[in-house]
């Protein structure tokens, strides 16, 4: 499939290296000429620079021959007008980013509608979605939902006394023999993310992906060494959209939510807008504001302004305060490894949240996609086909490439850990772990 992105940003870069993994042929636009330049040396695609809005630049970018535009600049009306062309010019699907409430409003339905996108993304409400999630999960930095609900993805780096450091996957496999309620899917270990086997013994400090029925999440959560309380008191730190829909689905939780927001116009905005929600007006790095707000009381901190630097320095005071949990959302990947080592608990991308919804419509037949910042392995939902390599067979006779595993099966509304000897069927919704070049052939086999 050719793919022209429109934006090479966090979103557009990242979506456009997943896809040219999978040997997609990918073309990028961005007007930014230096950053183009990076991302040539960096990933196997086109680049272009210039505007999608500019029918010459899409056309070298071969509109001409594309099935899919993704336009996720920061500029909606860029990425409206560049589904638009590319619509005229007989692209069969687009994708579109928009984050302004008027543009996603009823009143903008028809300007939406001329654009011809075959899906909107929205990378607030994504990005506010997958904070959510964790307050279900203390300790976890990963959470995904898979099959309805019926299935847990949960990711969390071990601590030295997590119950399962220093046991194989096989000792852990027979203690809880002989109906399974979990398996670890995946283990990032320096830098290196594998499927593991039965052999593999955990260690302090390795990051783990475990899938698990629904009714196994408490357990997982201890076996993990996760916290066990839900906070009552969180501290949103920054006024944005994501903030504004994070504090409303916590309020209504019954949680005390604190934003601090530097504009006073948007602070302002914000205390008329939301109910049970202290706003101050203030620097997220101003040691007194954060003092005087008792920082140190809330359970868990969410730093997520535009400003990674900011964001880390002030997730690191609310630590040395006592906040129990800090999650920093970034925006520049390459301080993760800076932001895992200095103390922050949880690091969030908008791009992966965001690139989820992306990756799941371009694949098709894929129900749901999970990527995360820990390695490359992606979590994927699909359904078995009628008549496919899939249908009747034992998981140990598909032949499955090594960087891919079955750890979950829902059938009739009942989850199933994936075993050697379980035998499938069509229409059984499957929750697959995968490296990005062995997704093709798994599509393949249930397909």
Excluded at 104 to 127: K, N, Q
Excluded at 152 to 157: D, K
Excluded at 223 to 238: A, H, Q
Excluded at 251 to 259: A, K, L
């Amino acid at each position: 499939m050719h793919v022209v992105v429109v934006g090479a940003g966090e979103v557009g870069s990242y979506v456009a290296d997943r896809l040219s993994r999978e040997a997609h042929d990918v073309a990028l636009i961005d007007i930014d000429a230096a950053k183009l330049k990076r991302l040539d040396e960096e990933l196997d695609v086109l680049t272009v620079r210039g505007s999608g809005t500019h029918p010459s630049i899409l056309a070298k970018a071969g509109i001409e021959h594309s099935e899919l535009l993704v336009a996720v600049t920061a500029n909606d009306e860029v990425n409206l007008i560049s589904s638009m062309l590319a619509k005229s010019l007989g692209v069969p699907q687009t994708i579109v980013r928009i984050e302004a409430a008027d543009l996603r409003s009823g009143p903008a339905a028809a300007v939406r509608a001329a654009s011809g996108a075959d899906l909107f993304i929205d990378p607030d409400a994504e990005t506010a979605q997958e904070i959510l999630t964790l307050f279900d999960f203390p300790g976890a930095d990963e959470v995904a939902h898979m099959v309805g609900d019926e299935v847990l993805v949960i990711g969390a780096r071990l601590p030295a006394d997590a119950p399962l450091v220093g046991r194989t996957l096989g000792e852990i496999g027979t203690e809880f023999e002989p109906d399974w309620d979990f398996m670890v899917a995946a283990i990032s270990r320096d830098d290196e993310t594998i499927i593991p086997r039965r052999d593999h013994r955990l260690q302090t400090g390795d990051h783990v992906r475990i899938v698990a029925k629904r009714k196994a999440g408490k357990m997982v959560g201890e076996l993990l060494g996760l916290g066990r309380s839900v906070p009552k008191r969180v501290m949103l730190l920054g006024g944005g959209r994501t903030a504004q829909i994070l504090a409303k689905s916590l309020t209504m939780r019954g949680v005390y939510v604190v934003i601090i927001e530097r504009d006073p116009i948007r602070a302002r905005e914000l205390a008329e807008q939301l109910e049970n929600c202290l706003v101050l007006e203030g620097d997220i790095t101003d040691d007194d504001l954060l003092r005087e707000a008792d920082i140190g009381r809330c359970e868990v901190v969410v730093a997520l302004t535009g400003e990674d630097d900011a964001n880390i320095l002030a997730c690191l005071y609310a630590k040395a305060s006592g906040t129990t949990e800090t999650v920093a959302v970034l925006h520049r990947l390459a301080l993760l490894s800076l932001v895992e080592n200095s103390g922050v608990d949880v690091a969030l991308s908008p791009r992966t949240a965001t690139a989820n919804g992306v990756l799941r419509f371009v694949r098709g037949g894929i129900a749901a996609v999970a990527t995360f910042l820990h390695g490359d392995a992606e979590v994927l939902e699909l359904e078995v086909a009628e008549h496919s390599r899939a249908d009747g067979a034992l998981i140990n006779e598909l032949g499955l490439p090594k960087d891919a595993l079955i750890a979950a099966f829902v059938r009739d509304g009942n989850a199933q850990i994936g075993r050697a000897k379980s035998r499938l069927r069509a229409h059984d919704h499957v929750v697959v772990v995968a490296m990005p070049g062995a997704v093709g052939e798994v599509r393949g086999v249930l397909g």
